[in-house]
């Protein structure tokens, strides 16, 4: 037993050597935690912000829980393709996916 605690210490010992011979011969300097390519100064013109996507409320289409809103809040639909709960989908689209651009009452409720 004592033979073996030996080796392992030695083997330790042999480890972190390389490890601190590693570093001594490291000379250049660790990467800076600020990136260096972006500037400080004002740009010559405005930059535009990008402009969201057009989005409408679509109602009929959300499973239950995944409702962005309509039928008493966000993720509050309880049931699949819920009237009353609405997505955000892209202009236009609402039709093809099988809802409606107006709220309704949903008679399962």
Not at 64 to 91: C, E, I, Y
Request: charged content about 20%; hydrophobic content about 35%; some cysteine.
């Amino acid at each position: 037993m004592a033979g073996a605690q030996a080796v392992r210490r030695a083997g330790a010992v042999a480890l972190a050597l390389c490890a601190l011979s590693a570093c001594d011969n490291a000379r250049e300097a660790p990467p800076s935690p600020v990136p260096t390519s972006y500037s400080m100064e004002t740009p010559d013109r405005p930059v535009p912000m990008p402009s969201p996507a057009p989005k409408e409320k679509c109602y009929g289409i959300a499973k239950a829980q995944a409702n962005h809103g309509g039928a008493k809040g966000p993720g509050t639909a309880r049931l699949d393709r819920q009237s009353d709960a609405w997505l955000f989908v892209p202009r236009g689209t609402c039709a093809s996916l099988g809802g409606a651009l107006t709220s309704r009452r949903d008679s399962r409720l």
